[in-house]
């Protein structure tokens, strides 16, 4: 018998959308896009410390006002296009109910997703910025984890809830279970990528993403008797 199984957290959704300005003016959605998209490719390429405001909003065709306006300071843009990234690669849809869908078949498109995000070149250089003495010391990288793999986390647990539901995973440690996946999916291939080392050929990824999908299940997969019982629970209640 599993141990009592602790409940997934629920994180604010709050930092995936863009912010009330308050009283005034709506902000305009399309500059708000351009100064993000402006904000990755120079952050990319310069890192935090080596990009300013006034090149940013260059870089966007807006104002310093305008982008101050938006984000507030450096840092908080930062995170914003943090958010904007994992909400354009791994969009909050991708974990909504699919009992339709096999359970190996949902996890390997998370995988594809989620490892395709994390080892876009922005990403990575993002993830070396944050490895940096000088940023252990600011709230950055707390910030950074709560705009990005804490939401990811939140909303793949609670797609394990409604697996376990239907009887198809046993996971006695919901949260636990969820930041695992995603740390099998990293793998060796992101480190060796962050490390400035070369990207595996996609037949590698896809072998890679695979046995970590395999793994997974293997740990948490429910018996076959058990989703049956649950199935023929859940149709008894129609």
């Known amino acids: 018998m599993s141990a009592s199984r602790q409940p997934a957290a629920n994180p604010s959704t709050a930092a995936s959308h863009p912010k009330s300005s308050g009283p005034g003016r709506p902000k305009d959605l399309g500059k708000r896009a351009a100064i993000l998209e402006a904000a990755k490719r120079m952050f990319t390429q310069h890192g935090l410390d080596g990009v300013s405001m006034d090149q940013i909003a260059a870089e966007a065709g807006v104002s310093k006002l305008t982008v ?49 995000m994390v080892t876009a070149p922005e990403a990575v250089a993002g993830h070396r910025m944050l490895c940096s003495p000088q940023m252990a010391a600011s709230s950055l990288p707390r910030r950074f984890w709560e705009a990005g793999p804490m939401r990811v986390q939140g909303d793949f647990a609670a797609l394990l809830e409604r697996r376990i539901a239907a009887g198809e995973l046993d996971i006695p440690d919901v949260p636990r279970a969820a930041g695992q996946f995603f740390a099998l999916l990293k793998g060796e291939p992101h480190a060796c990528m962050v490390f400035g080392g070369p990207g595996p050929a996609a037949a590698e990824i896809e072998a890679h993403l695979a046995a970590a999908v395999d793994l997974f299940l293997r740990a948490y997969q ?11 629970t859940a149709q008894a209640r129609r």
């Open 68 to 116: 101050y306006s938006h984000f507030g300071d450096k840092e908080a843009l930062f995170v914003a296009a943090v958010e904007s990234h994992c909400d354009l690669s791994l969009p909050s849809s991708l974990f909504e109910p699919s009992p339709e869908t096999p359970l190996r078949e949902r996890l390997l498109e998370i995988a594809h997703a989620f490892y395709s």
């Open 222 to 232: 429910a018996p076959p008797a058990a989703a049956a019982k649950s199935g023929k």
